[in-house]
């Protein structure tokens, strides 16, 4: 895309050799490794290589890997994308994406909440998207209330496009000292994060369907959805502005009043709010949701997410759950009639606290086939007993999956036991 220096362009090029032969090696993906190659031999090399590209970040707790693909779909329609498809969200991750697609013009970032300040300051991007912040890895997240803050420090006083979930009131306070925002009422299942004020410590009131805002109308189509969302702080005034985009139950309404089916191949609540959120910004972008929607239903599985692995007659559809939002997400895309294998790993990207689980009300699975199993799963036994849901304890995957009858079966799995299945039984993507 630029005429990079002549350091930069030598960065870049060592970056991407080594990129290659760490994936030659057996050592995957090669993204991370090959972007600090080149940011050691040039430290400024992402900011040359993000300048003069249209750039949209994109950072939340749950969603981002997802919603970063279906934004790179939509942009295809204007010319090639540079994106980190494989969720390496940090800058190294950043100079590896942006390196191997030195030409495109357009550029769909993946950034892990901490990195956003940081990565706006550096790349410059016009357009970045924040979907919702909740409770992570609990050993190793930080405070979400301070990681909005750092947010709102990074977008005051930048022309920065924001696109943001008014539903969620911590993304909200994070996002309003942009310039210029584009809200999306994406939804908030998980609500535990967000009981008071971000900017006073109040308590926030969420209303019910008989609830009308104080001076606020109402327009047609979407007023239970509308009122649903609502929230707003009982002791000073903060609360949710008015949104443009509304997820409202299988179908985006743009800002003009008209109904999309979302008719998208990712299952589930949560991708139909992503998909939302891609629109938005698609348009923001200058593509028109007619374009851009054919273009989201080409995405059928995002990092491994959402796809089946195969052994002896038993087909495994695998869903992610890193956190208790993550959970109550793949609880929603379960299929009512089959069997479910919950897996839970404690290693370093899991975070080693498995406290978390006390947080998830496992109570949905009553009634279903539950197998249990992955290096935790004596915690997660534990967590499934006290909340009243029989299960089948085994020793590993492969033995859980041998206990189904041919068929289908489906597997919520969290972020290391989810890498094995895939690499144990297949890494389609
Ligand atoms: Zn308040």
Redesign the pocket.
């Known amino acids: 895309m630029t005429q990079l220096p002549l350091r930069a362009q030598l960065a870049s090029a060592l970056g991407r050799t080594a990129a290659t032969l760490s994936r030659a090696t057996g050592r995957g993906d090669g993204s991370v490794i090959g972007g600090r190659v080149g940011l050691a031999l040039e430290p400024d090399l992402l900011r040359k290589l993000a300048r003069d590209r249209k750039l949209a970040l994109v950072s939340a707790t749950n969603g981002k890997t997802t919603t970063t693909r279906l934004i790179t779909s939509a942009l295809q329609e204007l010319g090639d994308v540079a994106t980190n498809a494989f969720g390496a969200n940090m800058p190294a991750g950043h100079v590896s994406a942006l390196s191997s697609a030195k030409h495109a013009p357009y550029g769909v970032l993946e950034v892990d909440e901490k990195y956003l300040p940081e990565v706006i300051d550096t790349t410059g991007a016009g357009v970045v998207v924040l979907m919702n912040l909740s409770r992570d890895q609990m050993d190793r997240a930080g405070e979400i209330w301070l990681l909005a803050q750092r947010w709102r420090r990074a977008l005051a006083g930048k022309d920065t496009h924001v696109i943001a979930n008014a539903d969620d009131p911590l993304v909200t306070w994070g996002a309003s000292t942009a310039s210029r925002v584009t809200w999306v009422s994406a939804g908030q299942p998980w609500k535990e994060d967000s009981w008071c ?1 971000p ?4 308590p ?1 009131d969420r209303k019910g369907m008989e609830y009308v805002p104080p001076g606020g109308h109402l327009s047609g189509v979407v007023i239970s959805h509308t009122v649903d969302n609502d929230w707003a ?6 609360r949710r502005p008015e949104p443009t985009w509304f997820l409202d139950e299988d179908a985006a309404i743009d800002p003009r009043g008209q109904r999309w089916v979302l008719d998208i191949q990712l299952p589930g609540r949560a991708n139909r709010a992503n998909a939302v959120v891609a629109l938005a910004t698609a348009e923001t972008f200058g593509v028109p949701v007619e374009r851009a929607l054919p273009r989201l239903r080409e995405v059928t599985s995002v990092a491994g997410r959402y796809t089946t692995v195969q052994r002896d007659g038993r087909h495994a559809r695998l869903l992610l759950a890193k956190n208790p939002a993550g959970w109550l997400e793949a609880f929603d895309v379960l299929d009512r009639a089959l069997p479910v294998i919950l897996s839970v790993n404690a290693q370093g990207p899991d975070g080693r606290d498995t406290s978390w689980l006390w947080d998830v009300d496992y109570r949905v699975l009553r009634g279903r086939q539950v197998f249990v199993t992955g290096e935790r799963r004596l915690d997660l036994a534990l967590r499934l007993d006290v909340a009243g849901v029989p299960f089948t304890l085994t020793d590993s995957f492969g033995e859980a999956l041998a206990a189904q009858p041919p068929g289908k079966v489906d597997v919520i799995a969290n972020y290391t036991a989810f890498q094995q299945i895939r690499s144990e039984f297949g890494r389609a993507v």
């Open positions: 004020c900017e006073c410590g109040g926030l702080c009982r002791e000073c005034v903060f």
